[in-house]
């Protein structure tokens, strides 16, 4: 079992930078490819970024490339995105979720993570 807790969302205004954290509870973390999922209203909950298990790659959804940053600290249990460049079309519930094991093809689908935090709302305002 693993629990995971997104903090660091808020209101920023467009162009700003906010640092998501997503703490994990137990001792195989590393075991976990750890992504970051986000949920605008009316709309379906869609990939944003994910990691690999010793955070050496990263993938990222086309709207967020060179904006947002994924990173992991196993020693910390603890898996970051960094936002960058924020616009209005960014606000969205921001979840974080893990999957046992490796990436593979399906790793940004929603169906693959088994363990999701409660989300942590993000606001952009114009």
């Known amino acids: 079992q693993v629990q995971l807790v997104e903090s660091g969302g808020g209101l920023v205004q467009a162009g700003g930078s906010l640092r998501l954290s997503c703490a994990a509870s137990g001792r195989t973390f590393s075991s976990y490819t750890m992504g970051w999922f986000r949920q605008a209203p009316g709309k379906e909950r869609e990939f944003v970024a994910a990691?690999?298990?010793?955070?050496?790659?990263?993938y990222y959804a086309e709207s967020v490339k060179g904006r947002f940053t994924i990173s992991r600290d196993n020693a910390k249990n603890t898996v970051y995105l960094q936002m960058n460049s924020l616009n209005t079309e960014d606000t969205a519930v921001y979840y974080c979720?893990?999957?046992?094991?490796?990436?593979?093809?399906?790793?940004?689908?929603?169906?693959?993570?088994?363990?999701w935090g409660q989300g942590t709302q993000v606001t952009v305002s114009s």
């Open positions: 990691i690999s298990l010793s955070g050496g790659s990263t």
């Open positions: 979720a893990a999957t046992r094991g490796r990436w593979t093809g399906q790793s940004m689908a929603v169906r693959t993570y088994d363990y």
